[in-house]
């Protein structure tokens, strides 16, 4: 019992946990299982519910009078046309409420004890707590009996078909009950009936042909005796094996476990059903591996190692135009000035002067990284993006089942959609800090010396000059010393300081590299990592849910 309750809990918390996920269809069985199994548990489980069907001709309403020892279910080669099952009970008390349950109508039910079995109640007492039904043809032409005899199996608790020798082995009751419900073997019983229209040795003959073809439906009796579902041969007319089929009711009846044995049948049943639906093959988890390809991908997808290196040569040049002798630095700047395209450090201030909005100023990163890593991704850059997420997508649902595959997907879909617009702020971000900024305090140090340096230049250029001209008396050799010593004094230091930018500026760019990835990452992880992870997390905890349904 503690087993049949722990499984329906599992279930419950299956269809819970499933949500929208999984088809409505798909669980539409389970639900109805359920409901099924908590009206049967809710009632008397001291009453074993025993159903009789067959079709037309098989004897089945004469084997139910035979077994009752009352003519209570009307005979005859023709059914009435009453679509509504009778019963017979054993000990009536409490069977109420299963009979109500069953569908039976107060004029067709019949108690067993009465004063009619004063000198059987030893004999009776043995099915006391039965209750037998005898049920509609299935085969009936009335289509109501059909689905009378549909309803009642699926609600009793051990279903009897009664097969005459010559439709034994009838495809209609084969293809449409036994096969089906091979799970059920070990709840239900097969009678071979009228064997009194054979011959004697035509009998063995019949009932191990029919145990072949029940063994080919999967109702196979172990060769241990383990659950399967026992063949009997009887006689409605004769009386033979009517005894020793009322003896495996009694003991059907006295174990009290047939009802139970049909829960679980039923839960197997349901849960062979469901498990395309929520078992696998392979692990179910979102691998280091995968994501990490992931992330380095959308790394690449908003440019981080181009903004990097654009950084660095933006770093370097930015140290050269500082570092540099003002000669070089002013005179480039006339050239320029002259020319068609102004220095890249310069055209932003000369777009803004003449009233443009440059890139740079509407991304401060600009100057830096260039225009392919900074603004909105292009649509090559998208494209990467979106397919990196359908790849990553494919990776993880290997071998997930389809409807929870699905889930992922949309899940990974809905984030890819919104990722690009993040992975705009990501670049936007990343570009911020490549922006042209102050320097080390030793790029002014160099500042203020290349403007000493150019003064001493320009004082020996002037004392020269002054000198040849005759204008006053200057030291020839001591303007030569400060003319020469500017010059070569003011380029070398500016070699020298692009010298030491290089380390700094790798590591410059190396920073912006880092931050743009990060950044990418971090928005990644958010919306499609995590919530894929998530959503695997559910599968994981409902796939544990039906291992305990299903007892895996």
Not at 137 to 149: G, K, L, M, N
Not at 291 to 319: D, K, T
Not at 464 to 469: C, E, I, N, S, Y
């Amino acid at each position: 019992m503690v087993a049949i309750q722990q499984r329906l809990n599992a279930f419950e918390d299956l269809i819970k946990l499933s949500g929208k996920r999984v088809d409505e269809g798909a669980l539409g069985e389970a639900r109805r299982l359920l409901d099924r199994v908590g009206e049967r548990r809710r009632l008397s489980l001291d009453h074993t519910v025993v159903a009789l069907a067959g079709a037309t001709g098989s004897g089945k309403s004469s084997l139910f009078n035979a077994i009752c020892g009352l003519d209570l279910s009307m005979v005859g080669a023709r059914r009435p046309t009453t679509s509504a099952p009778v019963a017979c009970v054993w000990d009536p008390r409490a069977a109420g409420d299963l009979l109500d349950r069953l569908g039976v109508p107060q004029r067709l039910r019949f108690a067993r004890r009465s004063v009619l079995d004063t000198g059987r109640l030893s004999v009776e007492a043995e099915l006391a707590g039965l209750i037998l039904l005898d049920l509609p043809d299935h085969d009936s032409v009335d289509p109501r009996h059909r689905a009378e005899v549909d309803r009642l199996v699926e609600l009793v608790d051990v279903v009897v078909w009664v097969l005459d020798p010559e439709k034994y082995a009838d495809a209609a009751v084969h293809e449409r009950y036994l096969r089906p419900m091979a799970g059920h073997a070990d709840v239900m019983l097969v009678v071979l009936n009228q064997m009194d229209r054979l011959p004697e040795d035509a009998v063995p003959q019949c009932t191990d042909d029919l145990r072949r073809l029940l063994d080919e439906d999967g109702l196979a009796v172990g060769e241990h005796g383990e659950a399967g579902t026992q063949v009997l041969a009887t006689s409605a007319l004769t009386g033979e094996g009517v005894e020793e089929l009322r003896e495996t009711l009694g003991q059907v009846v006295r174990e009290r476990g047939a009802a139970n044995r049909r829960i679980r049948a039923d839960l197997d049943r349901a849960a062979s059903m469901l498990r395309p639906v929520y078992v696998g093959h392979g692990a179910a988890g979102l691998g280091e591996e995968a994501g990490e390809r992931f992330l380095q991908r959308l790394g690449e997808a908003v440019g981080a190692r181009a903004a990097g290196q654009a950084a660095r040569r933006g770093y370097l040049r930015q140290a050269e135009d500082t570092c540099a002798t003002p000669f070089s630095r002013y005179g480039g700047r006339l050239v320029r000035g002259l020319g068609d395209e102004p220095h890249p450090c310069d055209r932003s201030a000369a777009q803004r002067a003449a009233g443009r909005p440059s890139a740079g100023h509407l991304a401060a990163e600009q100057r830096a990284v260039g225009p392919r890593a900074v603004g909105r991704p292009s649509m090559a850059q998208r494209a990467v993006v979106d397919e990196a997420v359908r790849d990553l997508v494919e990776e993880v649902t290997v071998g997930l089942p389809a409807p929870w595959a699905a889930a992922v997907r949309r899940t990974a879909e809905r984030g890819g959609g919104e990722l690009g617009h993040e992975l705009d702020r990501a670049v936007a971000g990343g570009g911020a800090a490549a922006q042209r900024s102050a320097g080390p305090w030793w790029w002014r140090a160099v500042q203020v010396g290349q403007w000493l340096l150019a003064m001493a230049a320009v004082v020996g250029a002037a004392g020269f000059l002054a000198d040849v001209g005759g204008l006053w008396n200057w030291s020839s050799w001591l303007s030569g010393v400060l003319l020469a010593g500017g010059v070569a004094g003011g380029t070398g230091l500016a070699r020298l300081c692009a010298d030491a930018a290089g380390e700094p500026a790798r590591a410059h760019g190396d920073e912006v590299e880092r931050r743009l990835r990060e950044a990418a990452e971090d928005r990644g992880r958010a919306l499609v990592l995590a919530p894929i992870e998530e959503e695997l997390g559910r599968y994981r905890q409902v796939r544990e849910r039906y291992g305990a349904a299903a007892e895996d």
